[in-house]
């Protein structure tokens, strides 16, 4: 009796670890990708053409969609997802506050696709006279280098201006009540204020800043599955190439989506950055410059060193540089 009670606690294990196995198995084969309401990734996703890539290498696709890139990176931080896409900033504070994450690759500068907003009747008309008001922003997201810089440029310091942080949804309903002088914000979200509310640009961020695209991946993931990591960067690329030759295709695949009309669409499709490449030793000094800054304002408590968090492709993964 002993030794059938022995058996069957022995076959009840190995049939657990054998489950326990292929759960294991199973969630190393899916790729959690993070995105946001905009870019290059929206467009993949529409396409399928990542999923029937990776199909053949056995990996399934899992989508999930962000407000922002500070929450994208939370994700990331907490392994809810495996690769992502953000502006300049957030993975700055993301590294700051612990994140193991690695920079991927990069989309060229799309400056245009992020601007300071004042409202159509607003008296305010330059960015000097910012000061004492209210900004409404995303904490850590690309547009909060870009009100730094601007502030910097018009002789102002970030504690001339009083901070609002909010997410998108609720900064544009602060913006629209009057509760806030201005808003700082990105694509789509721009150019939908400024076609539905009128919303005048006091600076966008040509000559102040780059506005790159990063796509992102933690580390474990990244060193563990470097020709996934190789073949979707690559499928970005394609992409990106397609969309910048035809906007208005992308318009019609994406407003839908997006749930813009399609003249809201079009406008931010032509201000974004395409065609990715893997991260040069330039773009890790912009990048660099970045977190120094905010290391300086106080904004993150230690200084950064962005090259210790580079992905290195594997030597097969060949990008053609851009034209």
């Known amino acids: 009796m002993r030794t059938i009670t022995l058996r069957r606690s022995l076959a009840a294990l190995f049939a657990a670890a054998i489950t326990f196995g292929a759960i294991t198995q ?35 696709v899992q989508w999930t969609e962000f407000p922002g890139g500070p929450q994208l990176l939370e994700g990331l931080n907490v392994g809810s997802i495996d690769f992502g896409v953000t502006g300049e900033t957030p993975p700055v504070f993301a590294q700051a506050a612990g994140a193991d994450l690695l920079y991927v690759a990069y989309e060229p500068p799309a400056p245009t696709s992020e601007a300071i907003l004042v409202q159509k009747d607003s008296s305010i008309s330059s960015v000097a006279q910012l000061k004492g008001k209210k900004v ?4 850590g997201s690309n547009v909060h280098y870009l009100l730094v810089r601007a502030l910097e440029n018009a002789g102002l310091k970030y504690s001339d ?22 808003w700082v914000i990105w694509d789509p979200y721009q150019a939908a204020a400024e076609k539905q509310l009128s919303a005048k640009t006091l600076a966008d961020g040509s000559g102040l800043v780059d506005n790159h695209q990063f796509y992102l991946a933690t580390r474990t993931y990244a ?31 994406v407003a839908p989506l997006l749930g813009l009309p399609a003249d809201i669409t079009l406008t931010a499709v032509k201000r974004q950055g395409y065609g990715a490449q ?3 030793p330039e773009v890790v000094q912009a990048q660099q410059k970045i977190a120094d800054t905010f290391t300086q304002l106080k904004l993150i408590p230690k200084p950064l060193s962005i090259k210790d968090v580079i992905w290195t492709p594997p030597a097969n993964a060949k990008l053609a540089q851009a034209q």
């Open 223 to 253: 060193q563990k599955h470097p020709q996934v990591i190789a073949s979707l960067v690559e499928e970005v690329r394609q992409v990106g190439e397609w969309s910048q030759g035809n906007p208005q295709q992308v318009t019609d695949q």
């Open 26 to 60: 199973a969630q190393a084969e899916t790729l959690r990708i993070g995105y946001q309401k905009y870019g290059t990734l929206v467009l993949l996703k529409a396409r399928g053409t990542l999923e029937k890539r990776l199909a053949e290498q056995g990996v399934t």
């Open 161 to 182: 201006i009083t901070p609002v942080y909010l997410p998108p949804a609720d900064a544009r309903a602060a913006f629209e009540r009057g509760s806030v002088d201005a």
């Open 136 to 139: 409404a922003l995303n904490k």
């Open 278 to 280: 893997f991260i040069t």
